[in-house]
C-alpha cells in the first residue's frame, strides 16, 4: 500500500516510472527518450568531428607532401650535403693554417 513504511517500495516503483512518461517541456517525450535522444545527437556530433579530424590531418600530410614535392628538397641529403661542406671547410683551414706557418717561418729565415 501507500502508507509510508520505510519496507513499502510503491514510492520506488513510482519514480522509476517516471522516466517513461510524456512531458510537455519534453515535447511529449519522456525523460528517457529524450535522455536517448541527446546521447545519440551528441555520439553523431562527436562522430562527425572525429571524421573532420581525420579528414584535417589526411589533407595536411597531402599538402606536406605536395610541398616537397615541389620545392624538390629531400633533408636527408641536404644534411649529407652539409656535412661534406663542413668536411672541406674544415680540410681547406688546415691547408691555410700549414701555409701560414710556412710563411712564418720562411720570413724568420728571411729576417
Given at each position: 500500500g ?10 520506488a ?13 519534453l ?5 528517457n ?7 545519440n545527437?551528441?555520439a ?9 579530424a581525420?579528414?584535417t ?12 614535392n615541389?620545392?624538390g628538397v ?8 652539409l ?7 674544415q680540410?681547406s ?6 701555409i701560414?706557418?710556412?710563411m712564418?717561418?720562411?720570413m724568420?729565415?728571411?729576417v
Open positions: 501507500q502508507n509510508g513504511d520505510s519496507s513499502d517500495n510503491q514510492a516503483l513510482a519514480i522509476a516510472q517516471l522516466g517513461d512518461k510524456a512531458a510537455t517541456s515535447n511529449g517525450q519522456s525523460i527518450q529524450a535522455y536517448e535522444g541527446m546521447v545527437v551528441v553523431t556530433q562527436a562522430q562527425s568531428a572525429a571524421n573532420n581525420t579528414s590531418a589526411d589533407v595536411q600530410t597531402t599538402l606536406q607532401n605536395q610541398r616537397e615541389l620545392s629531400d633533408l636527408n641529403e641536404e644534411t649529407v650535403n656535412m661534406k661542406a663542413q668536411r672541406a671547410f680540410g683551414a688546415r691547408v691555410i693554417t700549414t701560414n706557418t710556412m712564418d717561418e720562411l724568420h729565415l728571411i
